[in-house]
T-cell receptor
Framework: DTGVSQDPRHKITKRGQNVTFRCDPISEHNRLYWYRQTLGQGPEFLTYFQNEAQLEKSRLLSDRFSAERPKGSFSTLEIQRTEQGDSAMYLC???????????FGDGTRLSIL | QQPVQSPQAVILREGEDAVINCSSSKALYSVHWYRQKHGEAPVFLMI?????EQKGHDKISASFNEKKQQSSLYLTASQLSYSGTYFC????????????FGKGTSLLVTP
């Protein structure tokens, strides 16, 4: 059982650039979640998928953020026109359908210069 | 709505006990507990379902008080490896199982 993997582990970019992160969930998990975490805070929900369908998106999420999960396997999270406030750890998690543990990846740390 | 955790931080000597609380202002169906060590991903500990169920493994257990909309995590005879930040997560609503996490409780176990 390979866990949730995220790529890249770190991303440094200039303000205004676009960035894309990838998440590969545990293979049998049909639910995939994206969270954002800043220092001293718990993970903050961004969006989640069941298979390829995006079922919920946080109201706090700017239109600059978009996520996809083509074919219900891996997922990508894109941030357009990055801003200083986007600097954070972006965590991906996956789970089976229903009330089951969410397994987190190691995250992608985004730093905006 | 974000659940409220208390205390914010606690320092223990090895072998001592601790309780971490997680409260919500809305009705809960389940509470999820995670531990995160510095620079690492959150690691699942346990899920509590409504019904006042108490679960545990090793010397870490938890309870869920449906009346109070509160869950408590109990760490007994703490070990150095228990150090980290503990988060509780509560379900966002009827639409699915994405979680709202509390701000966390930082636990440091010293020799």
């Amino acid at each position: 059982d390979t866990g949730v993997s995220q790529d890249p582990r770190h991303k440094i970019t200039k303000r205004g650039q676009n960035v894309t992160f990838r998440c590969d969930p545990i293979s049998e998990h049909n639910r995939l979640y994206w969270y954002r975490q800043t220092l001293g805070q718990g993970p903050e929900f961004l969006t989640y998928f069941q298979n390829e369908a995006q079922l919920e998106k946080s109201r706090l999420l700017s239109d600059r953020f978009s996520a996809e999960r083509p074919k219900g396997s891996f997922s990508t999270l894109e941030i357009q026109r990055t801003e200083q406030g986007d600097s954070a750890m972006y965590l991906c998690a996956s789970s089976l359908e229903g009330v089951h543990p969410q397994h987190f990846g190691d995250g992608t740390r985004l730093s905006i210069l | 709505q974000q659940p409220v955790q208390s205390p914010q931080a606690v320092i223990l000597r090895e072998g001592e006990d601790a309780v971490i609380n997680c409260s919500s202002s809305k009705a809960l169906y389940s509470v999820h507990w995670y531990r995160q060590k510095h620079g690492e991903a959150p690691v699942f500990l346990m899920i509590l379902l409504k019904g006042g169920e108490q679960k545990g493994h090793d010397k870490i257990s938890a309870s869920f008080n449906e009346k109070k909309q509160q869950s408590s995590l109990y760490l007994t005879a703490s070990q150095l490896s228990y150090s980290g930040t503990y988060f509780c997560g509560t379900e966002r609503g009827d639409s699915g199982y994405a979680l709202n996490f509390g701000k966390g409780t930082s636990l440091l176990v010293t020799p």
